[in-house]
Every structure is written in C-alpha cells, then in structure tokens.
C-alpha cells in the first residue's frame, strides 16, 4: 500500500509504501469504527473472500508522529529513521508547511522504527526541547518492533509498551511521572507469533487502556465471510442507519452482489445483508461509494460493475436496506474499475467520478435532485494510461472539488486540479 501525504496545494510527497503481507489484498477503507476517536482499517481480500478488520497502525519509514512539540500552537512532525540512526523532527507553520528542521540522535546501530509521543514527566510539555536520551532494556534479540504509551495501571501517569517480534512478547515500562520508568514486564504473545505494530485503545468502553497487536491482538482478530468465491474487491464504511454506528459494504466480485455488514458500535458486526448489483448475473461489482443522491439525509450506495460495464445506484431506507438497483451506461466497451462520489460543479448534487482500467478515460456522471444521474461528460488522460482507481477532493484548497488517479499504465498518480467550472 502506498500513501502519499497531502502538502495542502494540490500537490503531494513522493510517498511511502506499507508492506500487507501476502493475503492479496485488493482493497481498503478507514475509518473510526470504536468511536475511540481514531481511524481503523479494513481491508478485503481477494483469495479468502473475508475482510479483515485492523485496530491499529503502523508507519514506515519508518515511523512517523504528530504532536506540537514546541509548544506554539502549531502542530509538528517527528519521524523515526532508522538507516541514520535518528528522530528529525519538522516544525509546522501557520500555513500547512513544514519548514524548520531538527535532528536528535537515537545512537550508533540504534535503527529506531517506531515512535510514540506523550508527556512522560508530568511537565505540560510532549517536548519543547528534546533533552538526552534514557535507554530501557528491552531483552536479548528482541527486536522491538514497534512502541505505544497509555496509562496502563490507572496511576495518571504514562507508561509504555513494546512489542517485540523475534521474543514472541509485549513489554510494558510502569511510568513513575518523572520520565524514568521501572523494569520491563513481559506479556507471552504465544510462540511464533511475532508481534508487529501495534496500538493502545479502550476498546470495551471500560475506561482501561487494551492493546491491540497487527494480525491477532489480545482479542481475538474478527473476521466475517462474505460468502465462498465472493472474492470481495471494494469496501467501505458508513452509518447506514444512522445510529452513530459504523457499518461495512463490500462489492461482492465472485457473486454479483453487495454485502451490507451493520455495526454494533463495539467493532463487532451484524451477519451480511446482501443486494444484488445487477439484473441477472456476471455484473462483477469491482468499486462501490456512497451518498446522499436523492438529498433525503439517507445514505445511497453507487457501485461500478465490471462485468455489465455500467453504474449502478441503490437508494437508502435508512435502515441499511436499499432499493433495487438503477442501471446507467458508462459508454463504452470497457469496464469500470473505481468510482468516487462528490460535488464537482458546486450545484449542490453529488456527482459521480468513473474510471477504466483498460481505457484512458475518466467519466463524470452528473447527478439531480432525485437521485438521478445525466449529462456525462469524459475526459481523456495521457498515452498508455490505465486508470485503476480515483479518489477525490480538494487538493488545492480553492473550494473546487480536484481528482486523484492511480496510473496503473504509467505508473503514476494523476491530479486533475479543476480551474474552471464543471458543466
């Protein structure tokens, strides 16, 4: 997986890319599924025809960590790197930039990975200024691989935990309130188990501080079938029912359909409600997003189907149950691989972004009062490009809505920053 950072003027960093493992993801989707105030993710993968639901997170290279440190108002940038064996740390200025630079050693052969910030000793302060550092032992070949803090014994005082791979255990460092910490204490993860990234979240709503660790946390990891050969390739998350409860849809590839997984506000989920996505069979959803198209404060549901190489529209009950399926014709011979949903012509109606891999043209669909869609417009894109997915918004700040494309043909990402008024 690759993310590249938004620089607020339309234009983006050169990125970094996250290692998934093998389970052959295709697709994924984050958002705040416990109501703990920080984004999760779920992923849908490919072989397994489940999806996986991850608590947690991870950066490389190699960490990175948000906080302002200086005390000024303005929020700042710590990143770990472990091939120079330091934390540089970028101060924020007013206007989204980040300009002023400082390094801090971690020591020779050092290869910091992962960082946590908090105030470890009591003094109002995550850093003003970045003082020596304290080494804690964290075992023989450890590798600690990732780090996070929380208030683990209820004392008000932060304490930190570790997860270290090769000793198949997470540590935790007891804070004392002054920036020292006591001896580690070891939790078994099991042999071969290798822990990874991690994080520190009250996921029981017990007011307690839990751990969560990348591919089996201390709770058992949930998955949910979507059936055998559904080979889900999309997903996202809404409140369908508008009870301040995330929910789950994915496009069902495999079986012509969409799954409709209501949440319990506690990460667990409801068994799939499912739709169809097309009249008859072989419509093959391969993207799906959501909003408000008929204007009636109820979530609606447009899905792009590979098979029928059309868009389809589902209208919203507000109950996670949606209407039958309104078919619109993309035009073309190929079949659509992405879609997003926004308002490109300020009109006040969504509107509908399409791309193809297997063409070179981006398709916005322009949408009514009613849920209805007309007015297509396409635009081309450059030599041998091949569209794969499209994600949209404003990239520039300049209040037009602009469009984002993975090149798949170029092996690029495409900005397409709107300078004039849609039709």
Not at 140 to 145: D, E, G, L
Not at 180 to 196: C, Q
Not at 303 to 313: D, E, M, R, S
């Amino acid at each position: 997986m690759d993310i590249l950072l938004g620089l607020g003027n339309g234009a983006f960093d050169s990125g970094n890319l996250y290692s998934l493992g093998s389970s052959r993801p295709v697709s994924v989707a984050v958002a705040d599924l416990n109501n703990d105030r920080c984004l999760d993710i779920i992923v849908a993968n490919y072989d397994t025809s489940s999806i996986h639901i991850l608590l947690g997170y991870g950066f490389h290279p190699d960490s990175i960590v948000i906080g302002d440190f200086n005390k000024d108002n303005i929020l700042d940038v710590a990143i770990a790197d472990s091939e120079n064996n330091n934390i540089p740390v970028l101060h924020g200025s007013s206007n989204g930039t980040l300009t002023t630079r400082e390094t801090h050693s971690t020591g020779a052969n050092s290869t910091p990975m992962v960082l946590a910030e908090g105030d470890f000793n009591n003094d109002q302060y995550v850093a003003k200024t970045f003082a020596n550092q304290t080494t804690y032992f964290t075992g023989a070949y450890a590798f600690s691989i990732s780090v996070a803090v929380g208030d683990f014994d209820e004392d008000s005082v932060l304490d930190i935990s570790v997860a270290n791979r090769d000793n198949n255990n997470v540590g935790v460092f007891i804070g004392h309130g002054d920036g020292n910490f006591a001896p580690l204490t070891i939790y078994s993860t099991g042999d071969s188990f290798e822990p990874e990234m991690f994080i520190v979240r009250d996921l029981n709503n017990d007011n307690r501080p839990d751990i969560i660790i990348s591919s089996q946390p201390f709770l058992s990891t949930k998955s949910y079938s979507t059936d055998n050969d559904s080979h889900p390739q999309s997903i996202i998350i809404a409140d369908l029912n508008d009870n301040s409860r995330m929910d789950i849809i994915v496009a069902n590839y495999g079986k012509d359909n969409i799954s409709i997984l209501l949440g319990y506000g506690n990460e667990t989920f409801m068994e799939q409600i499912t739709h169809a996505t097309g009249r008859g069979s072989k419509s093959k959803p391969r993207s799906i997003a959501f909003g408000y198209f008929n204007n009636d404060t109820l979530l609606d549901i447009v899905v792009a189907n590979a098979g029928t190489n059309n868009v389809g529209i589902l209208l919203g009950y507000g109950n996670g149950i949606f209407s039958n399926i309104t078919l619109y014709s993309t035009d073309d011979s190929v079949s659509p691989s992405s879609v997003a949903v926004s308002d490109f012509n300020n009109d006040k109606y969504l509107n509908i972004a399409k791309v193809n891999a297997d063409s070179k043209i981006i398709l916005l669909l322009y949408g009514n009062s009613n849920g209805t869609f007309e007015n297509a417009k396409s635009y081309l894109l450059e030599y041998e490009s091949r569209p794969y997915s499209v994600a949209v918004g404003d990239f520039n700040r300049d209040n037009w809505i602009d469009i984002a494309i993975v090149n798949y043909g170029t092996d690029n990402v495409n900005i397409i920053v709107q300078i004039c008024n849609a039709p």
